[in-house]
């Protein structure tokens, strides 16, 4: 007769454990599982991608049920463990069923810690740790427009990205003086803060909450803080850490500390008691990160299957983690705390790059790296053998940007630090029978999150298949879960069907709502399809394309007028000073783009301000043609071979007002000096004797890329023809979102000159791209016209927590 194990909690460290036993001996327990949650395991990594829409809570689900059956679970899912009676050997559930064990491992994970804030109750205030928390906060998204994240490590970091991937205004506060403390420096926060701004989320730093306000109904209103500082808020989601969830193993009589005490073999003070995850404390130590976890399981389960000989001796102190799609690794003593301590460093932070290793006594004893984590493994080795690097400092970082060929990688090199899954691990799956790498994920778990690992995983399979492997071409992804369809399939369905607009595309091919982040993307693509001739749902856009400004962290917008190749005239910056002085504009600044920004106006204002001006859009709000930078070419400098000027207002004038995938940038330079960057734009055009070069495809923001080389032409006419034609390839074919760059190095320079200069392609995409620019016209125009009555109204200012006296 099979011995009864049961496991309290259906997390991923009481299921990681569960799928090792079955592994080792899949035919000695007869195992039930209770959990909280009324629902299969699933990945709470991917809690960020639920929130943000890119997917659903059935993608996330890590064992279905099927799972369950076909092993012989008994899951008992929504009805947690309320008793373990360790006398009688059994534990008793909410529902009051009661299940006897021989074993019992105990996985009750954490729960969020909320601190002591007034007003927390309120209604529209959330924890942020499971599904149901997340379609709560989704629920309430749709009825707000500003959020607060309080608290800006990993947790509280996605939650608030994610928000802001739905179109809300997002405030991340934090009580310390930068971000992710338990995994960053002072420096490497300050990257990634600059990240989050980038992205157009606030970071409030050195803020406590000190109350929650709310109105009268109860909801939240808007978050003052002990600074003195108070900001409006519809949403507001608390993510301050967790604390284990060891109360019940503490009501059963197990030891507990601040966790639940267990030794090397995961075994609590009553042997016959396992507990692994995030509940546990080992050797006065608590772990909240996967790879940690994972090892707990793997001990778990083989002191469960009777083998002793794997002991859990605790984790070297190793994150590895991307945050909003910032890589990241931390590891060791990377606060450099202690005497004797000193730092090797590398900074670039205009390149989001940061590196630092800790040393002391001649011995890697931490590091943090930030956006190049090339060097981690090799780090990791040195700081797990305690090598003297006194004769090697100087190349500690600069060597590592080689990254390691796998074959060189020990067996316990972490590669999926989501799952915490090591090299030996893939490499035994590979050797088993997998062959691929979804067959390695199905397998280990590998690249099952964020899927940065892959390329590592691919390697090993060609490294231990050798030329049996062949790597899969990559199959297209759907547009959207709400919308199942490839972008090809997409916009054929869309013609076919003769659909015009968002919500037709969502009634006829999609779940008939969609979600933030699909539905300005299937804008895009309606009026594309359509050459402007569309129904026009202004709903379904950005809050920047519904007022043709960009909003920024106070609630003010920023007014960006279109300036031809960055010419100017002594009437228009006069009128552009008036503005400024006239509606009390803080900041006025001179773009990268060669153009004047007027910031912090207020929304009201945009159509009065616009008609001041009397300049049209710059559409430096939109995924759009933004700007043509121009030097002064061969009229003034005396290196120049070629008109730059007139070439850079022709070429704006030509493409102004088109939306793209993403934004597009353009540059023209008057000779291969190239002084305002043409090779690193989106499109660049250089001068060169009896010519011009096109180039398509340059980087540089987050990515630097020069562009390719399209094609080398006499006249000005062809450039701008050639660069029409290369723009409305990348408009049709690219996916929304996607850079230029991306687009390049996704479908290949060759396929794009195939397109451009085919006899029959080629004069297509031009004449596609001249019927869309004919259909645009200057969105401020709509000051004359509000698309509705209320598309400039101002913003109603509530100051938290006054009085009705007071704000009357």
């Given at each position: 007769m099979k011995e009864s194990l049961v496991v309290i909690g259906n997390g991923m460290a009481g299921i990681a454990a569960v799928e090792e036993l079955l592994r080792r001996d899949a035919g000695r327990y007869a195992v039930t599982v209770f959990g909280a949650e009324p629902r299969p395991n699933y990945n709470r990594i991917l809690l960020s991608d639920v929130l943000a829409g890119k997917s659903t809570p059935e993608q996330i689900v890590l064992n279905s049920a099927a799972w369950y059956e076909a092993n012989k679970i008994i899951l008992h899912a929504g009805d947690p463990v309320v008793e373990i009676d360790r006398s009688e050997h059994q534990v008793v559930a909410e529902s009051g069923r009661s299940v006897r064990y021989d074993r019992l491992l105990i996985a009750t994970g954490s729960v969020p810690f909320i601190p002591p804030i007034p007003g927390a109750d309120r209604e529209g205030v959330f924890a942020y740790r499971t599904l149901?928390?997340?379609?709560?906060?989704?629920?309430?998204?749709?009825?707000?427009?500003?959020?607060?994240?309080?608290?800006?490590?990993?947790?509280?970091?996605?939650?608030?990205?994610?928000?802001?991937?739905?179109?809300l205004e997002v405030k991340v506060a934090h009580l310390v003086g930068h971000l992710m403390e338990m995994q960053c420096d002072p420096a490497a926060g300050e990257i990634v803060r600059r990240a989050f701004e980038r992205m157009g989320i606030g970071v409030l730093l050195s803020h406590a909450a000190d109350e929650i306000v709310g109105r009268e109904d109860g909801s939240v209103e808007g978050i003052r803080f002990s600074n003195g500082d108070a900001y409006e808020a519809d949403?507001?989601?608390?993510?301050?850490?967790?604390?284990?969830?060891?109360?019940?193993?503490?009501?059963?009589?197990?030891?507990?500390?601040r966790g639940i005490v267990v030794n090397d073999y995961m075994e609590t003070t009553d042997s016959d008691v396992l507990a692994v995850g995030e509940c546990v404390e080992h050797r006065g130590r608590m772990?909240?990160?996967?790879?940690?976890?994972?090892?707990?399981?793997?001990?778990?389960?083989?002191?469960?299957?009777?083998?002793?000989?794997?002991?859990?001796?605790?984790?070297?102190?190793?994150?590895?983690?991307?945050?909003?799609?910032?890589?990241?690794?931390?590891?060791?003593?990377?606060?450099?705390?202690?005497?004797?301590?000193?730092?090797?460093?590398?900074?670039?932070?205009?390149?989001?790059?940061?590196?630092?290793?800790?040393?002391?006594?001649?011995?890697?004893?931490?590091?943090?790296?930030?956006?190049?984590?090339?060097?981690?493994?090799?780090?990791?080795?040195?700081?797990?053998?305690?090598?003297?690097?006194?004769?090697?400092?100087?190349?500690?970082?600069?060597?590592?940007?080689?990254?390691?060929?796998?074959?060189?990688?020990?067996?316990?090199?972490?590669?999926?630090?989501?799952?915490?899954?090591?090299?030996?691990?893939?490499?035994?799956?590979?050797?088993?029978?997998?062959?691929?790498?979804?067959?390695?994920?199905?397998?280990?778990?590998?690249?099952?999150?964020?899927?940065?690992?892959?390329p590592t995983i691919d390697q090993l399979l060609q490294n231990v298949l050798g030329g049996e492997y062949v790597k899969a071409a990559p199959s297209e992804k759907p547009f959207c879960a709400c919308v199942p369809l490839a972008k090809e399939v997409l916009r054929a369905e869309i013609m076919v069907r003769n659909l015009r607009s968002v919500s037709?595309?969502?009634?006829?091919?999609?779940?008939?709502?969609?979600?933030?982040?699909?539905?300005?993307?299937?804008?895009?693509?309606?009026?594309?399809?359509?050459?402007?001739?569309?129904?026009?749902?202004?709903?379904?856009?950005?809050?920047?394309?519904?007022?043709?400004?960009?909003?920024?962290?106070?609630?003010?917008?920023?007014?960006?007028?279109?300036?031809?190749?960055?010419?100017?005239?002594?009437?228009?910056?006069?009128?552009?000073?008036?503005?400024?002085?006239?509606?009390?504009?803080?900041?006025v600044k001179l773009t990268g783009g060669a153009r004047i920004d007027l910031l912090g106006v207020e929304k009201a204002d945009l159509p009065r301000i616009w008609a001041d001006l009397g300049m049209p859009s710059g559409h430096a709000y939109a995924k759009a043609i933004r700007t043509c930078k121009a030097c002064v070419g061969s009229e003034f400098c005396k290196f120049g071979v070629a008109d730059s000027i007139s070439a850079g207002i022709a070429m704006e004038k030509a493409f102004e007002g088109l939306y793209t995938p993403h934004k597009v940038k353009m540059a023209v330079s008057g000779c291969p000096r190239n002084c305002v960057e043409a090779t690193v734009k989106d499109i660049g055009l250089v001068g060169i004797m009896g010519g011009w070069e096109i180039y398509v495809g340059g980087a540089a923001g987050m990515s630097v890329r020069k562009g390719d080389l399209l094609a080398t032409v006499s006249t000005r006419e062809e450039a701008v023809e050639l660069a029409g034609r290369y723009l409305q390839f990348y408009r049709e074919e690219a996916n929304y979102m996607e850079r230029t760059y991306g687009f390049n190095e996704r479908v290949g320079i060759e396929k794009i000159k195939v397109a451009v200069f085919d006899p029959a392609s080629g004069p297509a995409l031009s004449a596609r791209c001249r019927q869309s620019k004919a259909a645009v016209g200057d969105p401020w125009l709509e000051r004359d016209a509000p698309v509705h009555s209320r598309q400039f109204e101002a913003l109603e200012p509530v100051m938290a927590g006054a009085s009705e006296e007071e704000q009357e």
């Open positions: 149901d928390d997340v379609e709560r906060i989704k629920e309430r998204a749709t009825r707000s427009a500003r959020a607060v994240v309080i608290g800006g490590g990993l947790l509280g970091l996605e939650a608030a990205r994610a928000l802001a991937q739905i179109g949403l507001v989601v608390i993510s301050t850490g967790i604390r284990p969830n060891a109360a019940l193993a503490r009501e059963a009589g197990l030891a507990a500390h772990y909240g990160l996967v790879a940690p976890i994972m090892e707990q399981a793997r001990t778990a389960a083989a002191v469960l299957g009777g083998d002793r000989s794997v002991p859990y001796k605790g984790s070297m102190t190793s994150a590895k983690l991307k945050v909003a799609g910032i890589d990241l690794v931390s590891m060791g003593n990377f606060m450099s705390d202690g005497a004797g301590c000193e730092d090797v460093v590398f900074s670039d932070p205009g390149a989001g790059l940061y590196q630092k290793v800790v040393l002391q006594g001649g011995r890697v004893v931490g590091a943090v790296l930030v956006g190049d984590i090339r060097s981690a493994e090799k780090l990791k080795a040195l700081l797990r053998s305690g090598e003297d690097v006194t004769l090697a400092r100087a190349t500690l970082l600069r060597d590592g940007n080689a990254p390691p060929a796998v074959a060189d990688l020990p067996d316990d090199a972490l590669v999926c630090g989501c799952m915490g899954i090591a090299k030996g691990t893939i490499v035994d799956a590979i050797e088993s029978g997998c062959t691929s790498r979804e067959a390695v994920a199905e397998k280990t778990r590998a690249c099952t999150s964020c899927k940065s690992c892959g037709q595309v969502l009634e006829t091919l999609g779940n008939g709502v969609g979600c933030p982040v699909c539905r300005p993307g299937l804008a895009y693509v309606v009026a594309e399809v359509w050459r402007n001739e569309h129904v026009e749902e202004r709903q379904h856009r950005f809050i920047n394309d519904r007022v043709h400004a960009t909003i920024d962290k106070r609630g003010t917008f920023s007014v960006v007028p279109r300036m031809y190749a960055g010419l100017t005239t002594p009437e228009e910056l006069r009128r552009i000073a008036d503005a400024a002085d006239k509606y009390k504009v803080p900041l």
